[in-house]
């Protein structure tokens, strides 16, 4: 393959990008962003209870 029909096939994979239509709902923000909070108070909280010696 040469760079030229490469980037060629590229352009037209890209320019094809635009029609894609999602079959699902997105996953909510807030959810994500407060199970990552949950996640790390609980990593934080085990980390403090291995630590007793400080």
């Given at each position: 393959?040469?760079l030229h029909s490469t ?48």
């Amino acid at each position: 393959m040469s760079l030229h029909s490469t980037a060629a096939q590229l352009v037209t994979l890209a320019a094809e990008g635009g029609e894609h239509v999602d079959e699902h709902a997105s996953i909510s923000p807030y959810l994500t962003g407060g199970g990552a909070f949950v996640v790390l108070l609980l990593l934080l909280w085990i980390t403090t209870r291995f630590n007793r010696d400080r």
